[in-house]
């Protein structure tokens, strides 16, 4: 079945650091890939996503890269803001309107 | 647009209590909804698959009794926990794909329910 992993968290950071959440998938078929952010009491937003090998999905400063030779779909963003700390969820699925299946989500804590 | 609209954002009831959760998709319809369950500092485990007009595909090991859900209109699903016990508090979760059916159309979540039995 469609598994996703994620690396373990709580992940903190000095604001202004670099950051970079891996996730690695295994999907029968080609799945679309998507990174989730969830905020304190909050539901699920949508952060990016990519479709085919090789997009580059982006917003906010955040990045990733859909890479089928290694499996991934690491999050990366340049410069973090204390604004930034949630659980970032990454998730695929396969098909349209499908459901989704979830990474275990890793915590971002950044700090001043 | 695309916004899911879920309600309550917080309940509380005594055990053996049933609760309704409601998941609306405010500015576009849904056929298909997904209820999901957050255990603290857990991921998001799917409970059901919920179709207009239809019954409820459920995940194994989830109970069909006693999280009834209803989709009675493209626009609204709900769940009802039934006779609540405490281990059933958690954070409740639906979501919905807004888009006709492309490849990649994300699902868009509502705020979430913090369900407490006390």
């Known amino acids: 079945g469609d598994s996703v992993t994620q690396m373990e968290g709580p992940v903190t950071l000095s604001e202004e650091a670099f950051l970079t959440i891996n996730c690695t998938y295994t999907a029968t078929g080609y799945p679309s890939l998507f990174w989730y952010v969830q905020y304190p009491g909050e539901g699920l937003q949508l952060l990016l996503k990519a479709t085919k090998a090789d997009d580059k999905g982006s917003n906010k400063g955040f990045e990733a890269t859909y890479r089928k030779e290694t499996t991934s779909f690491h999050l990366e963003k340049g410069s973090v803001q204390v604004s930034d700390s949630a659980v970032y969820f990454c998730a695929l699925n396969t098909g349209t309107a499908s459901k989704l299946t979830f990474g275990t989500g890793t915590r971002l804590q950044v700090t001043l | 647009g695309a916004v899911v609209s879920q309600h309550p954002s917080r309940v509380i009831c005594k055990s053996g209590t049933s609760v309704k959760i409601e998941c609306r998709s405010l500015?576009?319809?849904?056929?298909?909804m997904f209820w999901y369950r957050q255990f603290p500092k857990k991921s998001l485990m799917l409970m059901a698959t919920s179709n207009e007009g239809s019954k409820a595909t459920y995940e194994q090991g989830v109970e069909k009794d006693k999280f009834l859900i209803n989709h009675a209109s493209l626009t609204l699903s709900t769940l009802t926990v039934t006779s609540a016990h405490p281990e059933d508090s958690s954070f409740y979760i639906c979501?919905?794909?807004?888009?006709?059916?492309?490849?990649?159309?994300?699902?868009?979540f509502g705020n979430g329910t913090r369900l407490t039995v006390t």
């Open positions: 979501s919905a794909f807004p888009g006709g059916g492309t490849i990649g159309d994300p699902l868009h």
């Open positions: 500015d576009f319809q849904a056929t298909t």
